[in-house]
């Protein structure tokens, strides 16, 4: 068919999602030729380059908006309350007290928050991610946060974000304008302004990309906006350094700051270095914990149902659980960035028990919280989980701490995410670069280690 008839063609038929008693309105594009010169190229690269840090500027912004916000209510909470009231059994009140409005909440808003990987995998099937509206998406991220539940930001702000992304693109292709690119850029955004490195946002974002678009965009001709895998990377890339450039302006004007610390160089050599082994043996004992933890308490949340019990029950076990076992060792609670930076100050005044035994019961209280209402991330629990555990060795040891740490958080990061490349870019934001070799061999080490088949879900 001659472009000319073919274009004179959709403009008289109407688009999916328009009504056919109007006239459709085209699309850009759809009336202008496709560039065939390399500066007509060159420009439509530009311009969705651009688009792409823009965005990732705004979706800094956003991401840091809404951390500080779970933040400074944590600390309203736990801080200002809890410290004015001084009462031994606060954590086990407060959890159990979270339990029950977690609970009603999810039973009455119908809404919660689904897990990074879920919504990575819906966008890369989709091209799309939907949340329940705007206000009730931002109460059920905040409640679980807010009540010291072992989750991370993750989940919760990749998913909004995402989901008023890709509104921002439908709003756009209404008017007329394919930005299929708005939205495709947003997991790698998301990423990079949660966890403060680049490489997270740009590893996650190409991992989810749209496998293909032709199918799942619901465009006409949408193969002449279609990008190669490489071309995508470069737009990852910045959509990732736009949200790098967002967070720090947000810090700037607020005076904020968070996100994990930067521990030191490893210092071991020669034999010292052999104490990686008993590392990785720990942390793949920690492995074996968390999914036989999350294992256990997916039977035990199907057991209970979805009805209307089921739903409010399920949290309030967790909080009971939860509120009980921080009652003794309280930094089982929270995501663990900010207990990292803690830890790393004061972990030589712990003992070593105390510090195993805060990284193992993170591990296995982190799944419980997901699985049973208390629904976020597992990235950041399971860094601090690691973290405690690898410090609480070098206590029990006296080797290299750097060594200790970094191996058991790279292995167990790897056991838990079973993806070694993404878990080397996220930890990179915590760990010096001269560490990569130790980083990356524990990851792949932790990611390739076996699970028993009652676990590996």
């Not at 490489?230 to 450039?245: D, F, N, P, Q, R």
């Not at 979805?306 to 949290?315: A, Q």
């Not at 958080?409 to 870019?425: M, N, Q, Y």
Request: glycine share 12%; aromatic share 8%; proline share 6%.
């Amino acid at each position: 068919m001659p472009e000319q008839e073919k274009q004179q063609r959709m403009r008289k038929e109407p688009h999916k999602g328009t009504r056919a008693d109007k006239p459709a309105r085209p699309y850009v594009g759809d009336v202008v030729a496709k560039p065939k010169s390399a500066p007509g190229k060159a420009l439509i690269a530009l311009g969705l380059a651009v688009l792409s840090i823009l965005v990732g500027f705004v979706i800094g912004i956003s991401v840091y908006a809404v951390m500080n916000l779970s933040t400074w209510l944590t600390d309203l909470l736990w801080m200002d309350v809890g410290g004015a009231l001084g009462i031994p059994v606060f954590p086990l009140i407060v959890c159990t007290l979270g339990g029950i409005i977690i609970g009603i909440w999810t039973w009455w808003s119908h809404d919660v928050v689904r897990p990074l990987e879920e919504v990575m995998a819906e966008f890369k099937k989709t091209g799309s991610f939907r949340t329940n509206g705007a206000i009730k998406p931002v109460v059920t991220f905040l409640l679980p946060l807010v009540f010291g539940g072992s989750v991370g930001f993750e989940a919760g702000l990749t998913g909004l974000i995402s989901s008023g992304c890709c509104w921002i693109r439908d709003q756009l292709k209404r008017a007329g304008l394919r930005a299929g690119a708005v939205a495709d850029v947003t997991i790698a955004a998301s990423m990079a302004a949660i966890f403060r490195t680049p490489l997270a946002g740009i590893v996650a974002g190409a991992e989810s990309a749209p496998g293909n678009p032709s199918r799942v965009l619901e465009e006409p001709n949408v193969r002449d906006y279609d990008l190669r895998r490489s071309a995508k990377v470069i737009l990852y890339t910045a959509a990732a350094l736009g949200a790098m450039v967002g967070v720090q302006v947000f810090n700037a004007v607020f005076g904020t700051s968070g996100g994990m610390p930067r521990f030191e160089e490893i210092t071991a050599t020669g034999t010292q270095l052999l104490w990686a082994i008993p590392c990785i043996a720990l942390a793949y004992g920690m492995t074996l914990v968390f999914h036989g933890s999350r294992h256990l308490f997916t039977r035990v949340a199907n057991r209970l149902g979805d009805n209307t019990m089921g739903t409010i029950e399920k949290p309030i076990i967790a909080g009971v659980i939860m509120g009980a076992v921080a009652c003794a060792l309280p930094y089982v609670l929270f995501p663990g960035e900010t207990q990292s930076e803690e830890l790393m100050h004061t972990w030589t005044t712990w003992s070593a028990l105390a510090l195993l035994g805060t990284g193992v019961l993170k591990a296995a209280i982190t799944p419980m919280c997901i699985r049973m209402g208390w629904v976020g991330g597992d990235l950041f629990p399971s860094i601090f989980a690691g973290v405690a555990a690898g410090y609480g060795l070098a206590a029990l040891t006296g080797a290299d701490p750097m060594l200790m740490v970094t191996v058991t958080a790279a292995a167990f990061l790897g056991g838990v995410l079973r993806k070694p490349f993404v878990v080397l870019a996220i930890l990179f934001l915590c760990f010096p670069a001269d560490g990569i070799l130790w980083m990356g061999i524990s990851a792949v080490i932790g990611a390739t280690l076996p699970l028993p088949l009652s676990t590996n879900e």
